[in-house]
């Protein structure tokens, strides 16, 4: 597609339920990344793909986040018995490679998650 | 620790006015240094990019510059318009191994007719 696709745009779940949360990248961008944003804060780093492997995980806050990508496209974050802490605005955005840091990254508008 | 500061305060500014936004850091020997607008629900749109041995860069009526001594970018929208309120995010990329941006929390602007 022409941009990056995220989806639900908004999910409302049960605490202690799991999510999963989908992004579609630009066809041919290598590189994935997945942030969280918080009201009133910044971008958390959680993921980083390059291809369909992850070489730095370093930013998942804990064993219950955990995330795939295959065939270099789709890339699923999922999230196990959530907590309301869990809640937040998730962000995709993909990139040429490791050159994109040269060109810029694309942005999906996001999974807004609220655990109730 | 890295750091990345962005004014927390929002910039309210009259039409056709200059914006300056300003994004220092500590800890950090950037590469590279990206600037994006972000609208409410939606996520960030890349703007402008600017490297480690560039001073300034023009892309119509934005202006970025970075001097990496006073560890600080300026980001400029000249003869701006109420369409430029929004929130613009810094995000630093190192050289080397990591391909990680780190973020800033942004500052909100607002552009009053």
């Known amino acids: 597609g022409a941009g990056v696709s995220q989806s639900p745009s908004n999910k409302v779940t049960e605490k202690g339920k799991d999510v999963e949360l989908r992004c579609d990248p630009i066809?041919?961008?290598?590189?994935l990344y997945w942030y969280r944003q918080s009201l009133g804060q910044g971008l958390e780093f959680l993921i980083y793909?390059?291809?369909?492997?992850?070489?730095?995980k370093s930013g998942l806050p804990s064993d219950r986040f955990s995330a795939e990508r295959t065939g270099e496209s789709v890339s699923t974050l999922t999230i196990q018995r959530t907590q309301q802490e869990d809640s937040a605005v998730y962000l995709c955005?993909?990139?040429?490679?490791?050159?994109?840091?040269?060109?810029?990254?694309?942005f999906g508008s996001g999974t807004r998650l609220t655990v109730v | 620790s890295q750091k990345i500061e962005q004014n927390s305060e929002a910039l309210n500014i009259q039409e056709g006015k200059t914006a300056t936004l300003t994004c220092n850091y500590t800890?950090?020997?950037?590469?590279?240094l990206q600037w994006y607008r972000q609208d409410p629900g939606r996520g960030p749109v890349f703007l402008l990019l600017?490297?480690?041995?560039?001073k300034e860069k023009r892309k119509e009526r934005l202006k970025v510059t970075f001097d990496t001594t006073l560890k600080q970018s300026l980001f400029h929208i000249t003869a701006s318009q109420p369409a430029d309120s929004a929130t613009y995010l810094c995000?630093?990329?190192?050289?080397?191994?990591?391909?990680?941006?780190?973020f800033g929390r942004g500052t909100s602007l607002i552009v009053h007719p």
């Open positions: 995000a630093l990329l190192p050289s080397g191994g990591s391909y990680i941006p780190t």
């Open positions: 800890n950090y020997s950037p590469a590279y």
């Open positions: 066809s041919g961008h290598t590189a």
């Open positions: 955005a993909s990139g040429m490679g490791t050159g994109a840091r040269s060109y810029g990254y694309t």
């Open positions: 793909f390059q291809g369909n492997s992850a070489p730095d």
């Open positions: 600017i490297r480690e041995n560039e």
